[in-house]
């Protein structure tokens, strides 16, 4: 079947603008996850999603970070007054359900603040 | 807290030799363990993971890894290495009660020809 989907694959943008990322999880994952890649790093988690629950924004990096879940399929991550150090790519990831079951990934948006 | 550390950037294997890439874990509970790979310019591909039961898990492509609570470490492991297992491989832990998994920094894996 269809994996997790991703939307733009790339994103360059001027800094100060607001850029929207997408992401179409897995159908029938209720969990879905959103991390950051920057160059030479690991992942850092952002903003985790579970069913109808209110969303974990624990990793969020600063409140120019928003993401929403619509209809507990389709989400987007918003990022207001891009910055330089914004850039880096965007994975987004879906699983089952919360719990021990592996985390299928997107191929990522690679954004780029000039 | 939990935590997981790489502790190399680079493995360098020739082609044919096992490899081995290492992984140890920080948790206060129970730890449920993954590997993933990366391929260049490609999203995260899961490759194993280790909830609970025996201590050696196999995954996808021939790759395994061992759980060993007493090191709190989980080094993945493949006999023999192919140039196309060249890829950055990352560790990753989550506790029980957490929600999201916390990944290493990740080791560049290069086998050669």
């Known amino acids: 079947g269809a994996g997790v989907s991703q939307s733009p694959s790339n994103k360059v943008t001027e800094k100060g603008k607001d850029v929207e990322l997408r992401c179409d999880p897995i159908s029938g994952h209720t969990a879905l996850y959103w991390y950051r890649q920057s160059l030479g790093q690991g992942l850092e988690f952002l903003i985790y999603f579970q069913g109808n629950s209110a969303p974990d924004k624990s990793g969020l990096p600063s409140d120019r970070f928003s993401a929403e879940r619509t209809g507990g399929s389709v989400s987007t991550l918003t990022i207001q007054r891009t910055q330089q150090e914004d850039s880096a790519v965007y994975l987004c990831?879906?699983?089952?359900?919360?719990?021990?079951?592996?985390?299928?990934f997107g191929p990522g948006t690679r954004l780029t603040v000039t | 807290a939990q935590s997981v550390a790489q502790p190399e950037d680079q493995v360098n294997v020739a082609e044919g030799n096992p490899l081995t890439v290492k992984c140890t874990y920080s948790v206060s509970g129970n730890p449920y363990l993954f590997w993933y790979v990366q391929y260049p310019n490609r999203g995260l591909q899961f490759l194993l993971k280790?909830?609970?039961?025996?201590?050696l898990v196999k995954g996808s492509y021939g790759f395994e890894a061992e759980f060993n609570k007493s090191q709190t470490s989980f080094h993945l492991k493949k006999p023999s290495a192919l140039v196309s297992d060249s890829a950055l491989y990352f560790c990753?832990?989550?506790?029980?009660?957490?929600?999201?998994?916390?990944f290493g920094s990740g080791t560049q894996l290069t086998v050669l020809p």
């Open positions: 990753a832990v989550r506790e029980g009660s957490a929600r999201q998994l916390t």
């Open positions: 990831a879906s699983s089952l359900r919360q719990g021990n079951h592996e985390q299928y």
């Open positions: 280790y909830i609970t039961g025996d201590n």
